[in-house]
């Protein structure tokens, strides 16, 4: 039978959305990475499964391009707030593998609540304990790297010009070190004005990315750690801007634009499971 999904995109960040609250669909890492196939799927960043909860009102399962299944995903998570803005009022609870996160949807995008980051060596996780505010270690030309876990791992470098910066080779080499057991996303940022950063992401999965959302979520508080910024921060991406707050009681505020594409259905037989 055909199966409907909604095409949607944060800043460029694109995703899949099937909606199997209702009628439960079989998701493997095989039947993912088909339809995220750009060429012969439907195409997209992520996968993205929405599924009953227990705890929040939806259950989000996110699927990478090469079929792994990960923690987080903010710019995802504004398009499932606006999504289901109308069902919830605007408000919508979502559980993730990465924790529980809160979305509202206003008329200036969707603003969600990313929970309160974590900076322990064994929470990002590294292979062994070191200083994740300052990571002794270096490759080529990125040295010296912030780690955060927003929900899901990342490392960010700030340089004096992120565009400069050959991340579509070195990205692969970072998220594949044996230091990063779980493989890890990689940020290069630099500083180009008051609380203004500018951001290029090689995300774990799927390669260079136009917009990442835990990527400008984790930098921001990368650079807030480092007294580069203050509490509240614009960051650039390939695909527009997103503003990050990190707020007294430590929770991280990411706000920006979600939007439909387009709507469609696919067959159920075409991509087994």
């Known amino acids: 039978m055909p199966i409907p999904f909604r095409k949607m995109h944060g800043l460029g960040n694109d995703f899949v959305v099937i909606d199997a609250r209702a009628t439960p669909l079989s998701m493997t890492t095989r039947r993912a990475a088909a339809l995220a196939d750009r060429y012969t799927g439907i195409g997209c960043d992520q996968l993205i499964v929405l599924e009953p909860s227990d705890q929040a009102d ?5 699927f990478n391009t090469d079929g792994s299944e990960v923690e987080a995903c903010g710019n995802a998570s504004r398009a499932v707030g606006l999504l289901l803005a109308d069902e919830r009022g605007g408000s919508t609870r979502i559980e993730t593998l990465g924790g529980l996160i809160h979305a509202l949807a206003t008329a200036e995008g969707v603003t969600v609540d990313m929970g309160v980051p974590r900076f322990d060596w064994k929470d990002i ?3 062994y304990a070191m200083d994740t505010l300052h990571l002794p270690v270096g490759w080529e030309d990125l040295n010296g790297p912030v780690a955060v876990n927003v929900g899901n791992p990342h490392v960010i470098f700030f340089v004096p010009d992120a565009d400069a ?3 579509a080779r070195l990205g692969p080499l970072i998220e594949n070190d044996p230091l990063f057991p779980a493989r890890i996303n990689v940020n290069v940022a630099s500083l180009i004005g008051p609380d203004h950063l500018r951001l290029h992401v090689w995300e774990r999965g799927v390669g260079l990315t136009r917009a990442c959302g835990t990527g400008a979520c984790a930098t921001a508080i990368g650079a807030m750690r480092r007294k580069l910024v203050g509490r509240t921060v614009r960051v650039d991406l ?12 430590d929770r991280i505020l990411m706000t920006g634009p979600a939007q439909t594409s387009f709507v469609g259905s696919f067959v159920d037989a075409d991509y087994p499971a």
């Open 58 to 62: 939806v259950r989000m399962r996110i």
């Open 238 to 249: 390939p695909g527009g801007p997103l503003s990050i707050a990190w707020t007294a009681d």
């Open 165 to 167: 910066i050959d991340l």
């Open 125 to 127: 996780p590294l292979a």
